[in-house]
């Protein structure tokens, strides 16, 4: 048999056997076609704006807290202070246990004098150990400075919260929109049927 009038010669099909295109079927209707519009934009929105804003988002506040690390580095610094009574409290910080204590601890401020306030210790740390203690603005006693890993930790933390954000409200305006076209549908649906219905029925009272 000729390749000419095989079956399976190559060529254009023929009209029946040629997929319509997705929008030129008759039976989808224009709000089919504006909420898979609607999907791909926030399929875009969702791969493009999900990056971009996360990694802005993270950045910015990467940059924020090393301000503040560099600020706080440079108004605190870091002395020698001696326990005056035994650290207490129950020793629970961010739910692990026996991180740090709370005691009363006395050191020499740059006056001379010698002062005494409440600072953050070891729980091992018992009256009389040497401690290591940070003093801010006016000689007092103070947290220590955030660190650059501290800054970086704010940073991924804000990034992930905007990436779950943006995700969330992507997803969130897929399914408002849905609702809001299955309403219009369902409302066309009952006008439609309110015409058809009385012809529909009138054919069973015969």
């Not at 600020?71 to 129950?90: L, M």
């Not at 660190?147 to 408002?176: I, K």
Request: no cysteine.
């Amino acid at each position: 048999m000729s390749a000419q009038g095989s079956p399976y010669a190559s060529g254009p099909r023929p009209p029946h056997q040629q997929h319509p295109a997705q929008d030129a079927n008759p039976l989808r209707r224009r709000s089919d076609r504006i909420e898979s519009w609607f999907r791909r934009l926030l399929m875009v929105v969702l791969a493009l704006g999900l990056p971009a804003a996360s990694a802005s988002a993270g950045l910015a506040a990467y940059e924020s807290s090393m301000r503040a690390v560099q600020t706080q580095s440079a108004e605190r610094h870091a002395i020698t202070a001696r326990v005056v009574s035994d650290a207490e409290g129950d020793g629970a910080q961010g739910g692990a246990k026996d991180v740090w204590r709370w005691a009363q601890v006395r050191w020499t401020a740059a006056d001379g004098k010698e002062r005494t306030g409440t600072a953050r210790v070891e729980p091992g740390a018992t009256e009389g150990a040497t401690v290591r203690v940070w003093l801010g603005p006016g000689g007092t006693l103070s947290r220590p400075p955030m660190t650059q890993d501290n800054a970086m930790a704010t940073g991924w933390l804000v990034g992930g919260m905007t990436a779950v954000a943006v995700t969330a409200g992507v997803f969130s305006a897929r399914a408002g929109m849905r609702l809001v076209l299955d309403r219009s549908r369902a409302a066309q649906w009952e006008a439609e049927w309110d015409l058809v219905e009385p012809s529909w029925s009138g054919r069973f009272r015969r």
